[in-house]
T-cell receptor, first 111, second 115 residues
């Protein structure tokens, strides 16, 4: 699975869109981008995933660049409850089923 | 819908003792994982399992033992606990190896302190 790079921390004002970047410049054609988040001391929670098209669900939107070397998770109207650590993970359709998390981005939503 | 449960929620033990952390899921998910989380290290994979009787090492397996005799259970044993194993441990499960829809579901964690 390709390696990902995320900024260690970000701030966002409540009610504004939170845009969390992820770099995965070594991604290959059969690798998906997944996002999870971990609120305080809870177990991580799945948010969204995609291959090459932009994706949207009730929690967030995922924008993947055309060359697929980077992506952005968008929380359209951040609330205080979105304060969490956000993990970007790249997963292959084959090979090992190890599921490796990095250190993620700590997002703080400010009132 | 019980989902995935970990026990105990908190555990204090002494150096050198054997400790077993339990993980149980009710979904019949094939894949199960154990992670530890320490400040500054994010989540690190200890062991994982693709099915009953199939386990494999993750990033930090030393000092840990796992077994998977039944699909629903995946216990993690610290054979001789050390202070460096003080951490929060998370168990997770996934229905299948299908990256098009491969979501991990996590338990609430076990906070282990080794004195």
């Amino acid at each position: 699975d390709a390696k990902t790079t995320q900024p260690p921390s970000m701030d966002c004002a409540e009610g504004r869109a939170a845009n969390l970047p992820c770099n995965h410049s070594t991604i290959s054609g059969n690798e998906y981008v997944y996002w999870y988040r971990q609120i305080h001391s809870q177990g991580p929670q799945y948010i969204i995933h995609g291959l090459k098209n932009n994706e949207t669900n009730e929690m967030a939107s995922l924008i993947i660049t055309e060359d697929r070397k980077s992506s952005t998770l968008i929380l359209p109207h951040a609330t205080l409850r979105d304060t969490a650590v956000y993990y970007c993970i790249v997963r292959s359709t084959s090979g090992t089923y190890k599921y490796i998390f990095g250190t993620g981005t700590r997002l703080k939503v400010l009132a | 819908d019980a989902g995935i449960t970990q026990s105990p929620r908190y555990k204090i033990t002494e150096t050198g003792r054997q400790v077993t952390l339990m993980c149980h899921q009710t979904w019949s998910h094939s894949y199960m994982f154990w992670y530890r989380q320490d400040l500054g290290h994010g989540l690190r994979l200890i062991y994982y399992s693709a099915a009953a009787d199939i386990t494999d090492k993750g990033e930090v397996p030393d000092g840990y033992v796992v077994s998977r005799s039944k699909t629903e259970n995946f216990p993690l044993t610290l054979e001789s606990a050390t202070r460096s194993q003080t951490s929060v441990y998370f168990c997770a499960s996934s229905r299948q190896r299908e990256p098009t829809n491969e979501k991990l579901f996590f338990g609430s964690g076990t906070q282990l302190s080794v004195l």
